[in-house]
């Protein structure tokens, strides 16, 4: 791997531990005012000393976050549909490789649907954007984005994964299933988790402690940490399990001191109630 292009990763996926907290802000390439992303800044800033890294949209990233943020950035750079179409796979590039890296970014993603109506256009966009990473040194996290009929099983999510990892992809993010080990072990790049729709804080942790477990190198976690009562303590908690290898249980009680904690009461990043806004999976 070229230099430039390992640090880069590095960036993301911390060298003294192995691991990656990712956190993702990016539904709205699809999903518009996303519940708890209503107002992307105040939701994103006093989430930002504990993330290893932010992944978002350009347009956020321009409005939402100072350029003097030391956040390395993964900026998805594929879209061109939304949660009111029927069939999501159609999606296309929607930012160049030189705004990207006029943007600086650490990593570029985009999805691809594996099985889905649009799988061709998904896959070459994927070996595309993997040519331009590597002549300028920018990573590429393919998504594997399930449709809506599909089966999130091991058979279906290792598939997905083993194709993005086969066509170049430096690291791939997915979902948790059962038998998730023997997903990490059929592909040959690390993967991180999505955290997928809003669940309890306890099963949120327990999800992140089973993915690291099976061999995940970290999480690329969103409704989880931003929709929670106290994102800043579930994102401290989310870091205990991934970087400190925390279990769930320890994670939690980390999470309901940092909650109650009255000096942290006021920065605990709860700015927005998580309204009734379009939701996806
Ligand atoms: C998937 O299409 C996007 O990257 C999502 O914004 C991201 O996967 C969502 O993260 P989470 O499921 O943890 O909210």
């Known amino acids: 791997m070229d230099w430039g292009l390992k640090n880069r990763l590095s960036r993301i996926i911390k060298p003294s531990t192995g691991k990656a907290v990712m956190l993702a802000v990016d539904h709205g390439y699809f999903l518009g005012p996303t519940g708890g992303l209503e107002d992307p800044r105040k939701t994103i800033t006093p989430l930002l000393p504990y993330a290893d890294s932010l992944m978002l949209t350009r347009g956020v990233l321009r409005q939402c976050v100072d350029a003097g943020s030391p956040i390395p950035i993964v900026l998805r750079v594929s879209g061109g549909n939304s949660i009111l179409e029927e069939e999501l796979s159609n999606e296309d590039m929607t930012v160049s490789m030189e705004d990207a890296i006029r943007l600086n970014v650490s990593a570029v993603t985009l999805s691809i649907y594996v099985g889905g109506a649009h799988q061709h256009k998904s896959l070459i966009n994927l070996g595309k954007l993997v040519d331009e990473g590597q002549k300028y040194g920018i990573p590429v996290l393919a998504v594997t984005a399930v449709g809506k009929e599909m089966t999130r099983d091991e ?65 690329d976690m969103g409704r989880n940490i931003f929709q929670s009562d106290a994102p800043v303590a579930m994102i401290r908690a989310v870091r205990a399990v991934v970087h400190e290898g925390y279990s769930a249980k320890r994670a939690y009680e980390l999470y309901t001191a940092i909650k109650n904690d009255k000096k942290n009461k006021k920065t605990n990043g709860r700015m927005t109630k998580a309204v009734a806004a379009p939701d996806f999976d």
């Open 155 to 219: 058979r279906y999510l290792s598939l997905s994964c083993r194709i993005a990892a086969e066509i170049g992809a430096h690291f791939v993010k997915t979902y948790y299933c059962e038998g998730f080990d023997k997903l990490v072990k059929k592909c040959p790049i690390p993967v991180v988790i999505a955290g997928g729709k809003k669940v309890s804080e306890m099963d949120a942790l327990e999800l992140s402690y089973r993915a690291i477990s099976d061999g995940a190198v970290g999480v």
